[in-house]
Nanobody
Framework: VQLQASGGGLVQAGGSLRLSCVAS????????MGWFRQAPGKDREFVAA???????YYAGSVKGRFTISRDNAKNTVYLQMNSVKAEDTAVYYC????????????????WGQGTLVTVSS
């Protein structure tokens, strides 16, 4: 399984950005997908996850501003980021979890390469 994340870039505070992550292979539709982020000098942290059933979970810091969704026909997971803040600046990673969903990065077996989001204030 390979994951390819895209959509990062420079955005002004209060603006919007949509990240995409395309997965190869046949296990996408039966797996949970997650987004994590890592800011400079900080640990990687959970952002959002979506189960194969479509149930979604969010970190408190992004709830109400970010939306995770998936298109199983396209093997793609999205992260719609609205009302972004300077503290959302980070490298964003998509990940695949065959066993369910989790906020723990160690539960995810496959990772994308990351896409940089920079929010200017």
């Amino acid at each position: 399984v390979q994951l390819q994340a895209s959509g990062g870039g420079l955005v002004q505070a209060g603006g919007s950005l949509r990240l995409s992550c395309v997965a190869s292979g046949r296990i996408f539709s039966s797996s949970a997908m997650g987004w994590f982020r890592q800011a400079p000098g900080k640990d990687r942290e959970f952002v959002a996850a979506i189960r194969r059933t479509g149930s979604t979970y969010y970190a408190g810091s992004v709830k109400g501003r970010f939306t995770i969704s998936r298109d199983n026909a396209k093997n793609t997971v999205y992260l719609q980021m609205n009302s972004v803040k300077a503290e959302d600046t980070a490298v964003y990673y998509c990940a695949l979890d065959r066993g369910g969903w989790s906020t723990d990065s160690y539960e995810y077996e496959y990772w994308g390469q990351g896409t940089l989001v920079t929010v200017s204030s």
